[in-house]
């Protein structure tokens, strides 16, 4: 059985950092791209970065480019995504997800709060 387990998200003030990580299982970890996604109440869940199996390339959505890092560890199957420089706007719930375009497993989700 896939498995996501999501954590690190938290309540941070603007300017803040933190780390999210994703904890996989159920498949083979390092042959599937890797996805960070958040939604907030009433939008759409939207991409926030992406990386390829092999780490070697990653992709991210304009307004967390520069601020945002997404990696992954394939011997300990763990995906994280470092988040700096903070801003209310980044508050939302945010997923892993198996895959590059149309991810087929998701996790449950962590709230990340940015907020004085």
């Known amino acids: 059985e896939v498995q996501f387990v999501e954590s690190g998200g938290g309540m941070v003030q603007p300017g803040g950092s933190l780390r999210l990580s994703c904890a996989a299982s159920?498949?083979?970890?390092?042959?599937?791209?890797m996805s960070w996604y958040r939604q907030t109440p009433g939008k759409e869940r939207e991409l926030v970065a992406r990386?390829?199996?092999?780490?070697?390339?990653?992709d991210y959505a304009d307004s967390v480019k520069g601020r945002f890092t997404i990696s992954r560890d394939n011997a300990k199957n763990t995906l994280a995504l470092q988040m700096n420089s903070l801003k209310p706007e980044d508050t939302a719930l945010y997923y892993c997800?198996?895959?590059?375009?149309?991810?087929?497993?998701w996790g449950q989700g962590t709230q990340v709060t940015v907020s004085s």
């Open positions: 159920g498949f083979t970890f390092s042959r599937y791209a």
């Open positions: 990386i390829t199996n092999t780490g070697g390339r990653t």
């Open positions: 997800a198996r895959g590059w375009g149309q991810p087929d497993y």
